[in-house]
């Protein structure tokens, strides 16, 4: 793993007249969203037929839901189908890459979840977000784009990994929400954020997690305004798993910290990288404020 000085793209002589070409970009029109709704742990579905798999993380053994695209959204084995279906269902590579991350920030004393206040955008497995239950957090809330990913595969996950876990790890006192909306909407069903779009500086969540979640160049925007109205000031962080690019729909971590970059709020510091040869390079981020 290698970890950098804070992220700069552009130099300070080019100042920020910079046009950011990739977000003007046209892409093809989608279709509404659903609206944002709350969905409750008691809502988990009793009629998909969840399985579960040990996946080992290191030295972490979690379980890995696996439910049916077909059985669920009527749909073939699709990786994502744009404003319908957004990818919730697949185990992406980046949410093993950020545990690894995050195991580490704790091993090292960079990061504690103890008493913590936890977002995690994109959920699906929630595997980053039932880690940061494992480790002591105060509140974990769960945000995916489907409502039906949330009560066919990450509420039945987090159960089944919680259950696991309890014998030897205290997690009855986190409290676990479960939030389904698009980017520039759900803010207003999640419980600890602005809703006037300005930086959150009257609470927050304390830690935001996010893997595999900045593929579409259209909703890099709306997902940082996001994160700016749900971050705590002045010492909340972000810890983001992506590609370095995502080839063929645009997006990757590249286009993504240059509009961090021109904002000017936040910094950002490289945690992790792999290049394994088998995919794309893939990152793990760290957010914070300036």
């Known amino acids: 793993m290698a970890t950098n000085p804070t992220f700069q793209l552009f130099s300070s002589s080019q100042g920020s007249g910079l046009g950011l070409g990739f977000l003007d970009s046209p892409e093809p029109a989608l279709p509404p969203p659903p609206p944002p709704v709350e969905v409750l742990s008691s809502e988990v579905s009793s009629s998909t037929d969840f399985e579960v798999d040990k996946l080992t993380i290191g030295e972490i053994t979690l ?3 696996r ?3 077909k059985e669920v959204f009527g749909l073939p084995n699709s990786d994502l189908v744009p404003g319908v279906y957004e990818g ?3 185990l992406w590579e980046g949410s093993i890459d950020l545990v690894k991350a995050l195991e580490k920030e704790s091993q090292t004393g960079n990061l504690s979840f103890s008493g913590k ?3 995690e955008l994109g959920c699906g497995h929630a595997l980053p977000g039932i880690y940061a239950c494992l ?3 105060d509140a974990v809330h769960f945000q995916d784009f489907n409502a039906e990913v949330l009560r ?8 089944a990994n919680l259950s696991e876990k309890s014998s030897s790890v205290s997690v ?3 409290e676990v929400r479960f939030f389904a909306g698009e980017w520039s909407e759900v803010h207003q069903v999640l419980p600890l954020v602005n809703s006037d779009g300005e930086t959150n500086k ?3 969540y304390d830690i935001i997690l996010m893997a595999e979640t900045i593929y579409s160049i259209s909703a890099q925007k709306s997902q940082y305004e996001l994160i700016k109205r749900c971050l705590a000031y002045p010492d909340g962080a972000v810890y983001m798993a992506a590609k370095k690019y995502y080839f063929g729909v645009g997006g990757g971590t590249r286009q993504f910290l240059s509009m961090i970059e021109k904002d000017g709020a936040l910094a950002s510091t490289l945690v992790s990288q792999v290049t394994d040869g088998s995919s794309n390079v893939r990152e793990v981020w760290k957010l914070s404020y300036k």
Request: proline residues 3%; contains cysteine.
């Open 63 to 65: 379980l890995k839901g």
């Open 67 to 69: 439910v049916s695209t």
């Open 88 to 90: 919730g269902l697949k």
């Open 117 to 119: 206040r936890v977002l």
């Open 135 to 137: 480790k002591g957090s």
């Open 152 to 159: 066919c595969l990450t509420i039945p996950n987090l159960n």
């Open 172 to 174: 009855s006192e986190t």
């Open 202 to 204: 009257k609470g927050g």
